[in-house]
DNA sequence: CGCATTCCAGAACGTGTAGTCTAATTGGCA
DNA sequence: TGCCAATTAGACTACACGTTCTGGAATGCG
């Protein structure tokens, strides 16, 4: 390293999130990562091949973040627990929540997929999460459980926050009596 | 009426439906609907103002269908009735449906809003359509009660619903009974 | 039969995009 | 101090997009 880098891979990242996290897919462009870090797009492409592979990285940051904080509590079986634990999740890290649950992730690779790196590794994290979800369930493998489980343990939650996530708010005090009563109402083991 | 027109608003507006559906807010260029409907894009302009004339167009369309199904219900206060009935309605109608619900209506906008005549309408059928809502849920008006409500009626079907619209498949007969379920231990009257 | 009107047709324009290229700057190290 | 690789810097290219423009084709009516 013979010059200290003003930017740093992170910086680009961070600015793609909240960039998408704020106007969709396309209000991350190039020229406005530019624009909010400061650099000009000749530093950005220093650090990233593409623009793909900007979006595939914060994609890649975010998922690991949220399915780091629930996979531990699937493979303890609490299905109510990691229902609930997305709230502080998404609490403590909003830019992460917001371009995670909050954005279609088809509209974000439509014109051109994540470099095959990325998407291997996406790939890996994808399978080590279904692995602690089906752990989870264990051992119930039909097609209603899966999709009532998923309902119960992200889809609904993930409804109940995604108002708050799109006004830029810290989860209301009610969501998560809601997602208690959810469970209370509808238990995960049939 | 001087000669016969080889293309309607209704072709152009089924075309960014459907492109909307298949590949998100950004598929539905100009140049795709024009491909897609096999006619050159001056003939789009013949019709429609503009890309977000389009668009918005089409949104009231599926808008309408959708608050359309449903409103009555609402009125009769059968919240379970109207979440059912979100089911047989996407069937009968795979792109709205699709159109509607699968994607982000913040996107569809962003670079520029519908034409203020269709924002107005828009606005009618919003309002009337809360009205609908809060007579299906009245007495009671606390945020709670409208958040709790709000999941039950619409966002948690449609995070049921969403799995299979998003292959473009019919619902399973799954969804259903999950819907149902999700009535029967919450209901909306706490 | 020709005129007026409605519509089709697609080339052309300006803008904004992702991505490239070349040069200038920086700072540790010999 | 002078070298050299890492990094910044931003002009530049090619392209796709929404939109406009001009011309031609069709059809009811007099």
Known sequence: MVRTARFTE????EAAMSLVAEGGPTAATMQAIARRTGAPTGSIYHRFDSRSAILGAAWNSAYASFTGALAPLLH???????????????EA?????????????VSLF???????????????LETA???????????????ETLARARFLIFDGP????????????????HAAR?????????????
């Open 76 to 90: 303890q079986r609490q299905a109510r627990e990691a229902a609930l634990a997305i709230l502080p999740w998404a």
């Open 10 to 13: 992170d910086d680009f990242i």
């Open 178 to 190: 809601l997602i208690a009563d959810l469970h209370a109402g509808m238990p995960v083991a049939a």
């Open 110 to 124: 439509e014109d051109s997929p994540p470099p095959p790196t990325q998407r291997q590794a996406l790939d890996r």
């Open 158 to 173: 993930i409804a109940i926050l995604r108002p708050s996530l799109s006004r830029a708010l810290p989860p209301p005090p």
């Open 93 to 105: 890290n909003p830019r992460r929540a917001a371009f995670l649950l909050l954005h279609d992730p």
């Open 129 to 143: 999460f279904d692995a602690a979800f089906r752990a989870c369930i264990a051992p119930a493998t039909d097609d």
